[in-house]
C-alpha cells in the first residue's frame, strides 16, 4: 500500500494504475494512500483523476478522442501532417495548417494524413478567404475527400463555403440529424460565437440551394443544427488575436453559448473548449476548471520536432522568454493596420514591418518617400530594390489576382503597399524555410505559451527543442493538470503540502 509523499506523489496522483485514492488519519495531518487502510476508521476515498478523465466526454466521443485536447492549425504547414499524425495517434487530434497552402498541397496531405490515421481523428483548416471562389474550392475538395472535421477560423459570419461543407450530406435517419461534416469554430467575439451557435443563416442556405450546391432536404434540415459543434474560445495567442486574456473570456462566453443556444431545441449541445496562452500543466488545468470542454494548444507545438517550421526556428523558440513577443503588422490585413503576435527576439520583423507601416500610412506612394530613408528601406529592410521587388510581386499577382495589378498601376499607394506586402508575406516563408540569409527578417508567430513551458521545463530534457514531441508535450500538460488537481484537492482536505515536496512539472 503505497503511501503518499514528498519522493512518490507525482507517481501516484494523476497515474491510471491507481484509480483510487485514500485519505485518512486527524484533520490536519491526514494521509494519502492507495488502498483503504485497514484500522483507520474515518476515511475517505477518492477518485484519482488521471489526462483521460479532462473534458466533456460527449466531446470526446464525437471526434473518438482518448484526451480532451487538440493542436490548433498553424498556416504554412506549420501544423503539418506529420503533427497531425503524431497528435491523432496518440488519442488526441491535430487541425492541419492549411492556411497559406496550395490547394494541391493541402490535398496530397489530406490523403496522406488518412493513410497514416485510418479512422483517427484529424482536422483541416478552413480560414475566411475574401477570395469566395478559392474557399469554395476547398470545402468542395475537403467534402470530395470526406474530411470528417474543420477547424474554421478568422470568420466573422459563416462563409458560403463553410455553411456548403456543414450542410453537404446532412440527413435524417430514424428521426435523428446526421451531421457528417463537423466544425469546431475558433472565435474570440461574443457576436461570432452567437453565429456559430445558431443555425447557418437561411438567405445563406437559399443562395446554395439555389446555386445547386446543395439538395432541397439538406436545406430543409439546416434549420435545426448548430453552425458549429464545438466553439474554441481563443484568448491571446501566437499569430492572429485580439489578445484577450482566458480567465476573462472563456467563463462569459461559456456562459454566452449556453444561453444563446436555450433560443434552439438541437439535439446536441454545442460545447466550448479553451485556447490562447496554454503552456503548463496548471493554465492547461485552469481552463478545464473554468468549464472548457477541451483544450487547445499551438505556440508550444511550433517547437516541437513533427512541425513544418524549420529546425532554426525550433531553436530559437525553444530560448523564448514570456517577455519576448510582441504585436507586429501582418502581411494579409497589411492595409488595415492589422496585427499578430510574434517574437522580437533575434528577429528585427516586428520593428521593421512596423516601420513599412508607418511609410505606408504617411506617404501616398513609395517615391513620395524621402530619398534616404528609401535608400534604408531597400538596403536594410527589403535588401533589394523597390523596383525589382515590383517587377516579382507584379509576376504574382498576375497568376493570383489580376484585379490588384491594375489597380496598383493606377494607385501608387496600393503599388507600395504591394511591395510592402512582400517583404511580410516572404519574411514567413523565411522562417519556415530556415533562410538563414534572412534570419533577422523571420516572421515567427508565437505567443506566451511558449516561453512559459520553456521556463516550465526548465532543466529537464525537454528545454531542448530536439526532445519535444507533440503528443508527449500535449500528454505532459493533462498529465501535469491531474496531477495538480489532486494535490490541490487532498491539500484542501487537510493533506500536509509537504507531502507533495517540490513542484516538478
Ligand atoms: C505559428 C502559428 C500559426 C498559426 N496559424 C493559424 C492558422 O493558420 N489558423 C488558425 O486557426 N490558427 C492559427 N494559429 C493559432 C493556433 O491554432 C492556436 O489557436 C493558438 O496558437 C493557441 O494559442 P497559443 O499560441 O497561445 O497556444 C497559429 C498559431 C501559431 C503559433
Redesign the pocket.
Known amino acids: 500500500m503505497p503511501v503518499v509523499n514528498q519522493e512518490n506523489s507525482r507517481q501516484i496522483l494523476a497515474n491510471a494504475q491507481y484509480p483510487m485514492l485514500f485519505v485518512h488519519g486527524m484533520p490536519g495531518q491526514m494521509t494519502v494512500s492507495t488502498d483503504a487502510p485497514e484500522q483507520e476508521k474515518m476515511c475517505f476515498r477518492l477518485p484519482n483523476l488521471t489526462a483521460q478523465d479532462f473534458g466533456d466526454a460527449e466531446f470526446k466521443k464525437t471526434y473518438g478522442l482518448k484526451y480532451a485536447l487538440y493542436g490548433?492549425?498553424?498556416?504554412n504547414g506549420?501544423a503539418s501532417s506529420d503533427m497531425v499524425i503524431a497528435l491523432g495517434r496518440c488519442g488526441c487530434m491535430g487541425?492541419y495548417?492549411a492556411?497559406g497552402m496550395r490547394l494541391e498541397t493541402v490535398a496530397q496531405e489530406i490523403d496522406k494524413i488518412k493513410a497514416a490515421l485510418g479512422d483517427k481523428p484529424y482536422m483541416i483548416?478552413m480560414?475566411s478567404n475574401r477570395n469566395g471562389e478559392m474557399e469554395m474550392q476547398l470545402a468542395q475538395m475537403l467534402v470530395e475527400k470526406n474530411v470528417p472535421a474543420v477547424?474554421a477560423?478568422a470568420y466573422i459570419i459563416p462563409s458560403e463555403a463553410l455553411v456548403y461543407y456543414r450542410l453537404k450530406g446532412i440527413r435524417q435517419e430514424n428521426g435523428r440529424i446526421i451531421v457528417p461534416h463537423k466544425i469546431i469554430a475558433?472565435i474570440s467575439r461574443e457576436e461570432v460565437l452567437e453565429k456559430f451557435v445558431s443555425p447557418p443563416a437561411a438567405e445563406t442556405v437559399a443562395a446554395l440551394q439555389k446555386a445547386g450546391h446543395i439538395t432541397a432536404e439538406e436545406a430543409a434540415l439546416a434549420s435545426r443544427i448548430p453552425m458549429a459543434d464545438d466553439i474554441t474560445v481563443?484568448a491571446?495567442?501566437?499569430?492572429h488575436t485580439d489578445g484577450r486574456p482566458l480567465v476573462s473570456m472563456l467563463p462569459a462566453l461559456i456562459a454566452l453559448a449556453n444561453r444563446k443556444q436555450a433560443e434552439f431545441d438541437y439535439q446536441q449541445k454545442v460545447r466550448v473548449g479553451a485556447?490562447?496562452?496554454?503552456?503548463t500543466g496548471l493554465s492547461c488545468l485552469g481552463a478545464f476548471e473554468m468549464g472548457a470542454a477541451y483544450v487547445?494548444?499551438?505556440?508550444?507545438n511550433?517547437s516541437c520536432v513533427e512541425s513544418g517550421t524549420s529546425d532554426y526556428v525550433r531553436q530559437v523558440l525553444a530560448e523564448t522568454a514570456m517577455a519576448d513577443v510582441t504585436m507586429a503588422p501582418c502581411a494579409d490585413m497589411f492595409e488595415t493596420g492589422a496585427k499578430v503576435e510574434v517574437i522580437r527576439k533575434k528577429t528585427l520583423y516586428a520593428q521593421n514591418a512596423q516601420k513599412l507601416y508607418e511609410y505606408y500610412v504617411k506617404y501616398p506612394g513609395f517615391d513620395a518617400i524621402p530619398a534616404a530613408d528609401r535608400e534604408r528601406i531597400e538596403k536594410k529592410i527589403l535588401k533589394d530594390t523597390f523596383d525589382h521587388v515590383w517587377q516579382g510581386t507584379k509576376e504574382y499577382f498576375t497568376r493570383m489576382d489580376p484585379g490588384k495589378i491594375l489597380q496598383a498601376e493606377k494607385n501608387p499607394k496600393v503599388k507600395m503597399a504591394l511591395v510592402f506586402r512582400w517583404y511580410l508575406g516572404s519574411s514567413s516563408r523565411w522562417a519556415v524555410q530556415g533562410d538563414l540569409n534572412r534570419k533577422f527578417d523571420m516572421q515567427i508567430?508565437?505567443?506566451?505559451?511558449m516561453g512559459a513551458f520553456n521556463l516550465w521545463v526548465k532543466g529537464t530534457p525537454l528545454e531542448r527543442a530536439e526532445n519535444r514531441y507533440v503528443g508527449e508535450v500535449a500528454h505532459l500538460l493533462l498529465q501535469s493538470g491531474a496531477y495538480h488537481y489532486m494535490k490541490n484537492l487532498l491539500i484542501r482536505m487537510g493533506v500536509s503540502p509537504a507531502n507533495f515536496g517540490q513542484d516538478v512539472l
Do not use: F, P, R, Y
Open positions: 490548433g492549425a498553424m498556416a506549420i487541425s495548417g492556411g483548416n480560414l477547424e477560423s475558433k481563443e491571446d495567442s501566437g499569430g485556447g490562447g496562452g496554454i503552456g487547445v494548444t499551438g505556440s508550444i511550433q508567430w508565437c505567443g506566451q505559451a
